[in-house]
């Protein structure tokens, strides 16, 4: 028989390899069948979600007074003087989100230090402040143009907490931070997403108080008000983070989703585990956005030039993220030129190259496709090979666990699966499975629970199937599959990244004189699967360690290891107080100061002592917990040159 005419057979629906071999078709037996769509189940996308989602990734920009201070979290009392990118070029860091494939860029107009990226009146703590621009700049507007100009997307981040702000705490700042808000949202142009940060209320400048101020941010901010601040100057702009938001933190800042991710949740102020697996069945429709940087922390260090993600790690990240049905938020922070490095550059571009010439033919093409139930002619499965995301295959109300088959053009070799939902319908699969013919009959080949936006499956190697097979294994309604495509991974070139300075005094070179609590060993390991632990006792978080060198030595500062293992009932310590010693009993105070999102990020802390003191001895003190817990975990210490 012919290809052309076998493929006639199978459109008729007699072939073995099509309907036959997976019971009898809807054609023949119409039992129910509708010829209208069915009804939406559970939560539903709004229209700016639905945009939203189509998104899939785009990029993150921290860049502030903090990019020239050297840290993460600035305190507020930061000079604008010091903003002052040589060569700025917003051009320049779009073009290489772009050339990554990432499709839009959320800027942080205002981070926790207070400092404004725009020329505000309503402070001074701002860029016109600056030598930018001759005090003229406006970081926002370039970057809003340079997005046009490229076709992507705009968004803006605007920290809720201002540890500058003289009134924060106060109802005053209240009225303060809607200005902001409604000077961003009219000022330039559609903005596709609204960052608030869930950082909020601790020690700061504000306004030379110097002090910690507390607040509950529900009551303070009263989020309900800012969000529709926002969709009244924006209606299509996605708010995230706090309850009542269209988008949700999903849990940790490494990029990685749960499997699954559902984007329907409970309504109320979700865990950490909820934000990262959502929840079945969940009244509100709120996804999950992932969000990590390319580098260690999230503004720009010189020291991270060797610590890139490289471009087969960023593949691994779309797997964990984009592929689970997630959007991704990744970060590319500016140096001091005001520009993105060398090495982040040629990562972007090496991914991006190879992750469009993955996507850039869908290998189903050409299958013919047929199933054992069909709704009627509108819902057919030819539909999930369209290339329409608005048609799809259905099946009578009351068939929940149709199969559909794919029968593939000869030598089809493919290693990646998609399927997408029509999610104007809901989140209607539970679990499913992929089952390949390659020539010796049917065998599973992936399971996977929730499908919703996209569900990207990776086979362990490529194969070459004369069939593919979806089986619904579970749902509460009748399925609208809008998608089956299939897909070849090209690999990404290696990108050659700088060699990383041996700063570090060897393990060997240094000692644990004595400690507040045993079990010292877990901290020059070089394994942070081991922690050392202390207990808080009386509601004191306060935890010492003294290290003696081999010989007396300049001192560079210390990096201190968070533990990046899930732990419910122990935290990384808030912050710390350093001294060195000559002699064990003189003490020389060298440095006090936080360890900035470290309860996030739980990034290695690298801390450096002003004028690298000469010492024999190092006194560590840790104090205060950055969680809530009963015990103070620390996975390492290492000492720099």
């Known amino acids: 028989m012919s290809e052309l005419s076998r493929r006639a057979v199978l459109v008729s629906g007699l072939a073995v390899s099509g309907l036959a071999a997976i019971g009898p078709s809807a054609a023949a037996t119409p039992r129910g069948r509708a010829t209208d769509a069915p009804a939406p189940w559970g939560a539903t996308p709004s229209a700016r979600q639905i945009a939203w989602h189509e998104r899939t990734q785009y990029a993150f920009i921290h860049f502030s007074i903090n990019t020239f201070t050297d840290r993460e979290w600035g305190y507020g009392d930061e000079r604008p003087n010091l903003f002052d990118p040589t060569d700025f070029s917003a051009d320049q860091i779009v073009g290489a989100a772009k050339a990554g494939g990432l499709r839009g860029i959320v800027l942080t107009a205002k981070h926790h230090d207070g400092f404004c990226l725009w020329p505000t009146t309503l402070t001074e703590h701002c860029i016109r402040n600056s030598p930018f621009r001759q005090g003229k700049g406006d970081i926002v507007r370039e970057f809003e143009q340079a997005c046009r100009r490229a076709g992507l997307a705009f968004g803006l981040y605007l920290s809720p907490w201002d540890r500058n702000h003289a009134d924060y705490g106060k109802p005053a700042y209240i009225d303060y931070y809607r200005k902001q ?37 529900e009551a303070y901010y009263d989020w309900p008000s800012i969000v529709a601040l926002v969709h009244q100057h924006q209606p299509m702009a996605c708010t995230f983070e706090p309850l009542g938001t269209d988008i949700r933190w999903v849990g940790n800042e490494d990029g990685v989703a749960g499997d699954p991710c559902w984007p329907t949740m409970p309504d109320h102020k979700p865990s950490q585990a909820e934000g990262n697996g959502g929840l079945r069945n969940g009244p509100l429709w709120w996804p999950a956005e992932t969000n990590t940087s390319i580098r260690p922390g999230w503004f720009y260090h010189a020291d991270e030039d060797s610590r890139v993600k490289s471009p087969q790690r960023l593949v691994r990240l779309y797997d964990e993220s984009v592929a689970r049905g997630t959007n991704l938020i990744l970060n590319l922070p500016p140096d001091r030129r005001g520009r993105l490095a060398d090495p982040d550059v040629a990562v972007l571009r090496s991914f991006g190259r190879a992750q469009r010439a993955t996507f850039a033919k869908d290998l189903a093409n050409g299958a013919v496709a047929s199933a054992d139930h069909e709704r009627g002619p509108p819902f057919a499965a030819a539909k999930v090979l369209d290339g329409n995301p608005a048609s799809y295959w259905s099946t009578p109300d009351d068939v929940h666990t149709p199969q559909l088959v794919l029968d593939l053009p000869p030598g089809r070799r493919f290693d990646l699966i998609r399927i997408r939902e029509r999610l104007l319908l809901g989140a209607r699969v539970t679990r499913f499975a992929i089952d390949l013919d390659t020539g010796a009959g049917w065998q599973e080949a992936a399971t996977g629970a929730c499908i919703a936006a996209q569900r990207v499956l990776r086979l362990p190697a490529p194969v070459t199937a004369r069939r593919l097979r979806l089986r619904i294994t579970e749902a509460p309604a009748c399925p609208a599959i809008s998608e089956i495509a299939l897909f070849l991974q090209v690999a990404p070139a290696d990108v050659p990244l700088p060699t990383r300075a041996d700063d570090l005094w060897p393990a060997t070179a240094w000692s644990i004189e004595s400690a507040t609590a045993p079990g010292t060993a877990a901290l020059s390991d070089d394994d942070t699967a081991t922690v050392w632990r202390v207990p808080v006792r009386g509601g004191a978080a306060t935890a010492s360690v003294t290290l003696r060198l081999a010989s007396t030595a300049r001192l560079g500062g210390f990096v201190l290891i968070p533990s990046r293992a899930v ?13 060195t010693s000559l002699d064990g009993r003189s003490w020389t105070a060298v440095g006090a100061d936080e360890f900035s999102n470290i309860a996030n990020a739980l990034t290695p802390q690298r801390i450096v002592f002003p004028g690298r003191p000469s010492a024999r001895y190092v006194r560590l003190t840790f104090v205060g917990l950055a969680a809530p817990a009963a015990t103070m975990a620390i996975a390492g210490l290492q000492l720099l040159r």
């Open 181 to 217: 808000v409604v000077e961003l949202c009219t000022r330039y142009g559609t903005l596709f997403e609204f960052w608030f940060d869930g950082a909020n209320g601790g020690d700061g400048y504000y306004g030379g108080a110097r002090e910690t101020r507390k607040i509950d941010a």
């Open 567 to 579: 732990m419910t009932d122990a935290a990384p310590p808030k912050g710390y107080r350093a001294e």
